[in-house]
């Protein structure tokens, strides 16, 4: 089947559960946002102290937003699932290797955006307000935080499905192991900038916290070809 083709089929596969799926989002969130008070009490009492509104709307937005998050974090196994049997298709991914695809997706995810959570977070968030002084108070928008705290924890839980979109590609054809092991540089290189890119303070620790992850996440992925002898 041409490269061409199975993008067609991946597309037409992912087409027919869009609508679903895009039903179950608004569902889901609007339950959630009945709930979204204890969940915001949560998150900020791990992460903030007071929070602050600037405009009549403020609360209520950041509270669609939040319960918006729970809600792609609630249904991310169904998405995935979605998303791989659509791939599975086109490029022969099924049974038992379809399972390890989806399994080890959500696992990779929930582990990024735990670690984001309990230790990069708190990190930037100390770092950042450690500028304050008598003179200088923090005041921290609720909208502004809710916005910080999700889009942080999403990116982080997406960054570290890195090892199995390594696998997949070289059981496709795309890349082989090879590849993997003679870039280490440029794979190096690229998770700096988007440690420095996309953690909350530009600070080495901070970077660190997320870079070191990251290239021992590439290490996986290669050690995993390995084993699995995928991409010879």
Same mark, same amino acid.
């Given at each position: 089947?041409?490269?061409?083709?199975?993008?067609?089929?991946?597309?037409?596969?992912?087409? &027919?559960?869009?609508?679903?799926?895009?039903?179950?989002?608004?569902?889901?969130?609007?339950?959630?946002?009945?709930?979204?008070?204890?969940?915001?009490?949560?998150?900020?009492?791990? /992460? @903030?102290?007071?929070?602050?509104?600037?405009?009549? @709307?403020?609360?209520?937005?950041?509270?669609? &937003?939040?319960?918006?998050?729970?809600? $792609?974090? @609630? /249904?991310?196994?169904?998405?995935?699932?979605?998303?791989?049997?659509?791939?599975?298709?086109?490029?022969?991914?099924?049974?038992?290797?379809?399972?390890?695809?989806? =399994?080890?997706?959500?696992?990779?995810?929930? @582990?990024?955006?735990?670690?984001? %959570? %309990?230790?990069?977070?708190?990190?930037?968030?100390?770092?950042? $307000?450690?500028?304050?002084?008598?003179?200088?108070?923090?005041?921290?928008?609720?909208?502004?935080?809710?916005?910080?705290?999700?889009?942080?924890?999403?990116?982080?839980?997406?960054? =570290?499905?890195?090892?199995?979109?390594?696998?997949?590609?070289? &059981?496709?054809?795309?890349?082989?192991?090879?590849?993997?092991?003679?870039?280490?540089?440029?794979?190096? $290189?690229?998770?700096?900038?988007?440690?420095?890119? /996309?953690?909350?303070?530009?600070?080495?620790?901070?970077?660190?916290?997320?870079?070191?992850?990251? %290239?021992?996440?590439?290490?996986?992925?290669?050690?995993?070809? &390995?084993?699995?002898?995928?991409?010879?």
């Amino acid at each position: 089947m041409a490269a061409h083709t199975k993008i067609i089929t991946f597309i037409v596969e992912l087409r &027919k559960s869009i609508r679903n799926m895009a039903l179950a989002l608004c569902c889901c969130t609007l339950v959630i946002f009945f709930l979204s008070p204890h969940l915001l009490q949560f998150v900020q009492g791990h /992460l @903030a102290d007071k929070l602050y509104f600037f405009s009549v @709307a403020g609360p209520f937005l950041a509270h669609v &937003k939040l319960a918006l998050f729970a809600s $792609l974090y @609630a /249904l991310m196994p169904w998405f995935t699932m979605v998303m791989w049997r659509a791939l599975g298709k086109p490029f022969g991914v099924s049974g038992g290797q379809l399972f390890f695809f989806i =399994f080890f997706t959500c696992l990779l995810f929930y @582990a990024g955006t735990v670690f984001c %959570y %309990y230790i990069t977070l708190p990190f930037g968030i100390k770092f950042l $307000l450690g500028f304050s002084s008598e003179e200088l108070k923090p005041v921290i928008s609720v909208g502004r935080f809710v916005n910080f705290t999700t889009i942080f924890i999403l990116a982080f839980g997406l960054i =570290f499905e890195l090892p199995i979109f390594m696998v997949f590609l070289a &059981k496709v054809g795309v890349f082989k192991r090879s590849f993997y092991e003679k870039n280490r540089r440029y794979a190096l $290189l690229l998770i700096a900038i988007l440690s420095a890119l /996309l953690t909350p303070t530009p600070d080495i620790v901070n970077m660190s916290l997320m870079g070191g992850p990251l %290239y021992l996440l590439y290490e996986s992925g290669i050690l995993i070809l &390995k084993v699995l002898r995928i991409g010879l």
